[in-house]
């Protein structure tokens, strides 16, 4: 009996082991500022004002974020809403990107984010907007929830 159960153990390591070796390199975000890129080199200042040399892949990706004005946020619209939990549930934008159509399911989620100490980021479907004076209320929804979001008149888009 000992000898099934110690095989067994083994089989189920060696499939764990399997597994993580089968699972993608995790990602890290880095926010700073880009100093410099040479070649596949991206030089970077980050906030504690380290600086760090980036290899980026063969094949990497430009993108770039341009000002919108707060009317491209629209129902089916598919944002990212970094922003601060409030104690009524809601969160407050600190910021929203409206992602082009190509970017539609990005990140798709609620999860916490490092804009600011204790901030998130929400990438969903916007699946209601209502005016509210100058302010607007969004009904965020993805794949997992939905989220309420103020996004007050200051807030960048």
Not at 20 to 39: E, H, K, N, W
């Amino acid at each position: 009996m000992n000898r099934i159960a110690a095989s067994a153990l083994f089989l189920s390591l060696l499939l764990s082991c399997l597994a993580l070796a089968q699972a993608p390199a995790p990602t890290q975000r880095i926010r700073g500022d880009v100093v410099a890129v040479d070649g596949l080199n991206l030089q970077v200042k980050e906030r504690s004002g380290e600086m760090l040399t980036i290899k980026l892949a063969e094949n990497y990706v430009v993108t770039g974020v341009v000002k919108v004005g707060i009317e491209a946020i629209t129902p089916n619209a598919f944002v990212g809403v970094a922003s601060m939990p409030q104690s009524d549930g809601t969160q407050t934008a600190l910021e929203v990107l409206v992602f082009p159509e190509s970017g539609r399911g990005s990140g798709e989620g609620h999860y916490p984010w490092d804009l600011q100490p204790g901030s998130m980021m929400t990438n969903a479907t916007v699946a209601e907007v209502v005016a509210v004076g100058p302010a607007r209320r969004m009904t965020l929804r993805y794949k997992d929830g939905e989220k309420s979001s103020w996004c007050p008149p200051t807030c960048p888009s």
